[in-house]
């Protein structure tokens, strides 16, 4: 048996005529055409146009361009997710936020810019998977090529004599490449045979793929919704957009896309690491609640944790933050109670160190009896280390020492002047200060249960005992997410297919030589050089050796194995009797 010997991988011009169909493309790429530039007119230059839109070449552009769009996106801040920053950046750069703001810099992914490159990138891809697939379902319907008349002029090839007959050799090769999943047929004198057609397959899922997640990436930010809420323990939340702190959604977002559905918190429960490297850090961190999906859906219990949000339709809660809410009671001159409430203070460092506004906006009346409106500005830490730490910073997030300053005012607070406030801000504007005997701003520490008296009779604010916690929940709702994480996957899938799957193509013919034993001739092509096809071959060819041996060769052709190496075989005497 001859050994499976390897040719240039790449036949020429003249050798690619001589293979034929044989020699036809192992892919469904769109073949590579000289030059041609195309009749004037609106036609021609319409079907250049777009044959080259939808070129393999234009798409990784568009693909590069959608790329490099992306990053000023993430570098600049963006009107839709953060308007404050983008207002910071116009005030510290006013000439360059100009400039920003006219090539649409502060809202990349909705300029006209992207939104062309976009649409450009999804059309180039349709355009190149349509022609591909149907080009792809009609090799798969037709079977494959025959073989080409010169099998020795592949990349890949072997022979040998055997005593079989060919029509033996043709059903065990077509048995052996069955079994080796390749397709294979009768075809003429040889039987043809293909397989790794995965490789198109890996091909056109991964271009499917990239549609698939252009269209989810675009159809979630379209119908996104993103808020936030902060809930006091015993509060609760329902899904209207009235009742978020703050709320940003995609161009085509409606309230009526919201998932209807509400929760209360229970009880916050954190627990802290209290000594090592490590001490402040959060061990438990989680929110018990009780919510009910739909209109009238049944009470169910729940814990919201970080990364383990709760799940209601489309939406999803997530636990990003918490705090506290200590619980004030401000009484006016007469000691009627004015005020009673937990008030959420928002937290300045790892160790829960917070600062807020007690508002009264209400029902006050100062030791005159005239109406007035009261305002404290809070700053509360749940661990105080004492007076000798020299600071009012929080030593530790729990509430081990807390302490509450207040500092007060009276006045107007401007919340009837139609501008809208924050409730952890206050407008001194119109406020007035309480002033103690040295005529400084009156303020005081608290500790829980602790009450402050303010000046010539104004009235009281006590520092409760039952300090409440808060937690900070971001509802999310973003459509499109599973089908975009589905098509990573596939991409993923097809390209490791497209990547790792060889295409290729074995010929075996059989036919009667001159002297009446059957030669045997097999043969190789691959999509590219690779050293798979032949060693592939060299296995398929020492099967069918198995099961049709090499034929006996004539002994002339052999040397003497007495003989010297070099000198002339010794002729017979004449008259002698051959051996």
């Avoid at 963006?78 to 308007?83: A, F, I, R, V």
């Avoid at 939104?115 to 792809?136: E, H, K, M, N």
């Avoid at 549609?211 to 323990?233: P, R, T």
């Amino acid at each position: 048996m001859s050994k499976t010997t390897a040719s240039d991988p790449a036949p020429s011009a003249a050798e690619d005529q001589e293979l034929g169909d044989a020699g036809s493309q192992l892919s469904t790429a769109p073949k590579e055409e000289a030059p041609n530039l195309p009749a004037l007119g609106v036609i021609g230059w319409a079907r250049w146009f777009w044959r080259q839109l939808t070129s393999m070449r234009v798409a990784l552009l568009l693909l590069l361009l959608l790329s490099l769009g992306a990053i000023p996106g993430s570098l600049i801040p963006q009107s839709g997710s953060d308007e404050t920053k983008v207002a910071d950046f116009r005030k510290a750069h006013p000439t360059l936020g100009d400039v920003y703001d006219k090539i649409g810099m502060f809202h990349v992914y909705s300029s006209v810019w992207f939104s062309a490159i976009y649409i450009l990138l999804f059309i180039s891809l349709i355009g190149c998977i349509v022609p591909r697939t149907w080009q792809f379902v009609g090799q798969l319907r037709g079977l494959p090529p025959g073989a080409p008349r010169r099998l020795n002029r592949l990349p890949a090839h072997t022979t040998w004599r055997t005593t079989a007959e060919p029509e033996q050799v043709h059903e065990a090769a077509l048995a052996l490449l069955k079994k080796r999943r390749f397709r294979a047929h009768r075809t003429g004198d040889a039987v043809a045979a293909e397989k790794g057609y995965l490789r198109e397959v890996g091909n056109l899922v991964f271009h499917i793929a990239l549609i698939v997640m252009l269209v989810a990436f675009a159809w979630g930010q379209l119908y996104k919704s993103e808020g936030n809420k902060l809930v006091v323990e015993g509060n609760g939340f329902s899904n209207t957009l009235t009742q978020y702190d703050d709320f940003k959604s995609g161009n085509l977002f409606t309230s009526d896309d919201l998932v209807p559905f509400s929760f209360n918190l229970k009880k916050f429960t954190g627990t802290y690491e209290r000594t090592g490297p490590n001490k402040g850090t959060p061990r438990v961190y989680k929110a018990g609640i009780t919510y009910s999906a739909g209109a009238y859906g049944k009470d169910e219990t729940d814990t919201v944790e970080v990364n383990h949000p709760l799940e209601i339709g489309d939406s999803k809660v997530y636990l990003v933050s918490h705090g506290y809410a200590p619980v004030v009671t401000v009484r006016d001159a007469k000691g009627k109670v004015v005020f009673d409430d937990a008030v959420p203070l928002l937290p300045l460092d790892a160790n829960v160190t917070s600062s807020g506004v007690v508002k009264v906006l209400d029902g006050y009346r100062n030791a005159k009896g005239e109406k007035e409106q009261l305002g404290f500005n809070a700053f509360f830490v749940p661990t105080f280390g004492g007076h000798a730490s020299g600071t009012m910073l929080s030593q530790f997030p729990a509430l081990d020492n807390p302490l509450l300053a207040l500092s007060a005012y009276h006045g107007d607070l401007g919340a009837d002047s139609g501008i809208p406030q924050s409730v952890y801000q206050m407008d001194r504007s119109n406020m007035k200060e309480f002033k103690n005997s040295e005529g400084k701003l009156f303020k005081k520490l608290l500790k829980p249960g602790e009450t402050m008296t303010l000046p010539n009779g104004a009235g009281s604010v006590t520092f409760g005992k039952d300090i409440k916690e808060w937690a900070g929940f971001q509802v999310v709702q973003q459509p499109g997410s599973g089908w975009a994480l589905a098509g990573a996957l596939a991409a993923i899938g097809g390209l490791a297919a497209s990547l790792f799957i060889q295409r290729r193509r074995v010929w075996v013919r059989a036919v009667k030589g001159a002297d009446g034993v059957t030669v045997v001739e097999m043969a190789g092509l691959g999509r590219s050089e690779s050293a798979k096809v032949p060693e592939e071959l060299g296995h398929l060819a020492g099967d069918l050796y198995e099961q049709a041996p090499g034929a006996p060769d004539d002994p002339a052709d052999f040397p003497d194995p007495d003989q010297e190496p070099g000198t002339e075989p010794p002729v017979p005497a004449e008259g002698a009797e051959k051996q």
